[in-house]
């Protein structure tokens, strides 16, 4: 059974910063690379960052690569996401999963209609 509680979102002027956190389910975190999505209102959920599950790699969408920081702790099951310089076109709800189809391995994106569990995300707001 998957479970994934994303938390950390909030409201966030232009160019401040937030830290996302995700924990996720033993079994699944100890053997799959992690990514993190999002889903602007109105929008297609996409993706946005993935890490291997060693860490070591590390895979971002251009709109984000520079801004933001993917990062896992194996020892608490948990995935992080920093976000700085936030803008308000990252105004989203934000999710985790893993790396189900084995695509990504933390070095390319992971493909958002490949899963039938989401958390329930976490909502990040930036104001203009």
């Known amino acids: 059974q998957v479970q994934l509680v994303e938390s950390g979102g909030g409201l966030v002027q232009a160019g401040g910063s937030l830290r996302l956190a995700c924990a996720a389910s033993?079994?699944?975190?100890?053997?799959?690379?992690m990514g993190w999505f999002r889903q602007a209102p109105g929008k297609e959920r996409e993706f946005v960052a993935a890490?291997?599950?060693?860490?070591?790699?590390?895979y971002y969408v251009d709109s984000v690569k520079g801004r933001f920081t993917i990062s896992r702790d194996n020892a608490k099951n948990t995935v992080y996401l920093y976000m700085n310089s936030l803008k308000p076109e990252d105004t989203a709800v934000y999710y985790c999963?893993?790396?189900?189809?084995?695509?990504?391995?933390?070095?390319?994106?992971?493909?958002?209609?490949?899963?039938?569990?989401w958390g329930q995300g976490t909502q990040v707001t930036v104001s203009s």
């Open positions: 999963n893993y790396d189900r189809t084995r695509r990504s391995w933390g070095r390319a994106p992971m493909p958002v209609d490949s899963y039938d569990y």
């Open positions: 033993g079994r699944i975190f100890k053997s799959y690379a």
């Open positions: 890490i291997s599950w060693s860490g070591d790699s590390t």
